[in-house]
């Protein structure tokens, strides 16, 4: 299994908007494709702006791939979310299952 892990900084008058955007649009995309497990919305204040840390897991970089393009490394960010957003990571993180309890 493979999680990957993705940040970004909300603007806040658009933070309800952006929680309904992933609850709704986000969230039912992604249950749709093969390879995906699911994923967590996590959110935490970082000094003006709430910063959301999302992590999805899937069955492998293959499965990715076929979500995220070629090039896995790279976000995917729609042009609707980048509107919300005051900053974004352009790239993910990606971590191997190696155990768990």
Known sequence: MISRHWSCRIKREEEG?????L?????PHLSTLDGFLGASINRREVGDFPEYLFISEW??????RAFSGENIQLAVVSEKAQNMMHSFDREVRHYELIGSV
Not at 17 to 21: D, E, I, R
């Open 17 to 21: 908007n952006y929680v309904k955007y």
């Open 23 to 27: 609850k709704e649009e986000v969230l």
């Open 59 to 64: 069955t492998s970089k293959e499965a990715i």
